[in-house]
């Protein structure tokens, strides 16, 4: 099986991958099935010197390495760093081992997939780091690279998953980041934005948004779901 990397800017090319006759949920992987600001700034702190906590993450890293990406030099500077974290990183990332309990259950009745916005360069470690804590849950065909960071420009960060997550057939995206949940929201989707993390407060969520703190909530949010599905 195949594991499709698909561009923000070129979401047809999914239209014709999934064809599920369950509902289709969407499940990102940094800060929703992995544990990664936690990672990042334990890293970006023993490797660079800074002095970052979880609280300070912002998915700009840009903007915590103080780097101006209007410069070309910034820009190779935050690709270096980007490339030395994820090679050091990602296969020992924590999960949330409540999520694996979790997902068992949705499975009975929705179809679950992986889209992520991690580059195309990581995907060997990720589908490897899937399989190991996710075990069962997601097969490999199932688990999309949105592209955003491929090639890194200045607004590279500002991308949503809207349009791929519709070009998918997704009913549902569980997301971290407010800005996939209203992308979501714009495309005709239902976002659940995942967790309670200080990131989430700075940027406007739309008003139809679901907020869900833990896997604990996801489950109940669907639960609730199944019911509305079956009237």
Same mark, same amino acid.
């Given at each position: 099986?195949?594991?499709?990397?698909?561009?923000?800017?070129?979401?047809?090319?999914?239209a014709?991958?999934?064809?599920?006759?369950?509902?289709?949920?969407?499940?990102?992987?940094?800060?929703?099935?992995?544990?990664?600001?936690?990672?990042?700034v334990?890293?970006?702190?023993?490797? $660079?010197?800074?002095?970052?906590?979880?609280?300070?993450?912002?998915? !700009?890293w840009?903007?915590? $390495?103080?780097?101006?990406?209007?410069?070309?030099?910034?820009?190779?500077?935050?690709?270096?760093?980007?490339?030395l974290?994820?090679?050091?990183?990602?296969?020992?990332?924590?999960? @949330?081992?409540?999520?694996?309990?979790?997902? %068992?259950?949705? &499975?009975?009745d929705?179809?679950?997939? %992986?889209?992520?916005?991690?580059?195309l360069?990581?995907?060997?470690?990720?589908?490897? $780091?899937?399989?190991?804590?996710?075990?069962?849950?997601? =097969?490999?065909? &199932?688990?999309?690279?949105?592209?955003?960071? !491929?090639?890194?420009?200045?607004?590279?960060?500002? &991308?949503?998953?809207?349009?791929? +997550?519709?070009?998918?057939?997704? =009913?549902?995206?569980? @997301?971290?980041?407010?800005?996939?949940?209203?992308?979501?929201?714009?495309q005709?989707?239902?976002?659940? +934005?995942?967790? !309670?993390?200080?990131?989430?407060?700075?940027?406007?969520?739309?008003?139809?948004? %679901?907020? %869900?703190?833990? $896997? &604990?909530?996801?489950?109940?949010?669907?639960?609730?779901?199944?019911?509305?599905?079956?009237?």
């Amino acid at each position: 099986m195949s594991t499709s990397s698909l561009s923000a800017a070129q979401p047809l090319r999914a239209a014709a991958t999934l064809s599920s006759k369950k509902p289709i949920i969407a499940i990102d992987v940094d800060d929703v099935l992995a544990a990664n600001a936690a990672a990042f700034v334990e890293f970006s702190n023993e490797r $660079w010197g800074t002095n970052l906590t979880a609280d300070d993450y912002h998915d !700009d890293w840009a903007l915590l $390495w103080q780097l101006d990406k209007a410069h070309e030099q910034s820009l190779q500077t935050i690709n270096e760093r980007s490339g030395l974290y994820f090679e050091h990183s990602l296969r020992t990332m924590e999960h @949330d081992v409540s999520a694996h309990e979790v997902l %068992v259950e949705l &499975k009975k009745d929705f179809d679950l997939i %992986v889209v992520t916005a991690r580059r195309l360069s990581t995907k060997g470690d990720t589908l490897a $780091w899937i399989q190991e804590r996710y075990e069962g849950i997601f =097969s490999e065909d &199932k688990i999309f690279f949105a592209g955003f960071y !491929d090639d890194m420009t200045n607004d590279s960060f500002k &991308k949503d998953k809207g349009a791929l +997550l519709k070009s998918l057939g997704a =009913s549902y995206h569980i @997301d971290d980041q407010p800005k996939h949940c209203n992308g979501a929201v714009a495309q005709g989707l239902t976002g659940l +934005l995942f967790g !309670d993390y200080r990131w989430q407060r700075t940027e406007p969520v739309d008003d139809t948004v %679901v907020r %869900v703190k833990n $896997w &604990k909530e996801i489950l109940e949010y669907f639960n609730a779901e199944r019911q509305r599905i079956s009237q």
